[in-house]
């Protein structure tokens, strides 16, 4: 089945610097790439998605980048905010399968 | 209310008790899902509902009963838990069953003594 590894399992950086965070995913076939933010005290909130047939995706400070080849996908945060810290969770699923979650990475800007 | 609403928030029993956690969501979604979050751990997919129909149930004990009467409510039955079963139990939703993102509650802390 599909295993989904996350890294690093925490992140500290300065407000205004940038963040990212890998994921790697063993099932050539998942095709769905989801990003979720989860808050203290709440559910996980998804911010970003991407399906395999495209390579990057932008909403304004949040991109996600995907290479099949390499079977990893990144998530990229610019100009990191303190509202950015929270735990970060990756996933992936291809077609109607469920969604395998990473094991989150917990991420701190300080001001 | 809107979206994905959860109660109790938090729960504290005895491994005697018998409890039940509630979902509801108000999104008018077809899917479903409960979900346990243990510290360190990824999230680990109990249950899967699509259309008040269970179609998937990931080897989880007896000792959790899920209970869907209808597409915008979802239950969790506990009976006889163990300290180990201590864990943030999320129910999510999603439009159906076919790459839809899936909305998330706040989730129940879950405290087994």
């Known amino acids: 089945g599909e295993n989904v590894e996350q890294h690093p399992s925490t992140l500290s950086v300065q407000e205004g610097d940038s963040a990212v965070i890998k994921c790697t995913y063993s099932?050539?076939?998942?095709?769905?790439f989801p990003w979720y933010k989860q808050e203290l005290g709440k559910g996980p909130q998804l911010i970003i998605d991407i399906r395999s047939n495209v390579g990057e995706k932008k909403d304004q400070r949040i991109a996600v980048t995907l290479n099949k080849t390499a079977k990893h996908f990144s998530l990229h945060i610019t100009e990191t905010q303190p509202e950015d810290s929270a735990v970060y969770f990756c996933?992936?699923?291809?077609?109607?399968?469920?969604?395998?979650f990473g094991t989150g990475t917990r991420l701190q800007v300080f001001p | 209310e809107t979206g994905v609403t959860q109660t109790p928030r938090h729960l504290v029993m005895g491994m005697t008790n018998k409890k039940s956690l509630k979902c509801e969501q108000h999104?008018?979604?077809?899917?479903m899902y409960w979900y346990k979050q243990s510290a360190k751990k990824p999230l680990e997919l109990m249950f899967v509902?699509?259309?008040?129909?269970?179609?998937e149930n990931n080897s989880v004990p007896s000792r959790f009963s899920p209970e869907c009467p209808n597409s915008s409510h979802l239950f969790l039955h506990l009976h006889t838990l163990q300290p180990e079963d201590s864990a943030l139990y999320l129910c999510?939703?999603?439009?159906?069953?076919?790459?839809?993102?899936?909305?998330f509650g706040p989730g129940t802390r879950l405290t087994v003594l």
């Open positions: 999104l008018g979604h077809n899917a």
């Open positions: 099932d050539s076939a998942s095709n769905y």
């Open positions: 996933a992936a699923s291809k077609d109607t399968d469920k969604l395998i």
């Open positions: 509902y699509s259309l008040e129909e269970r179609v």
């Open positions: 999510a939703s999603s439009q159906d069953l076919r790459l839809g993102y899936q909305y």
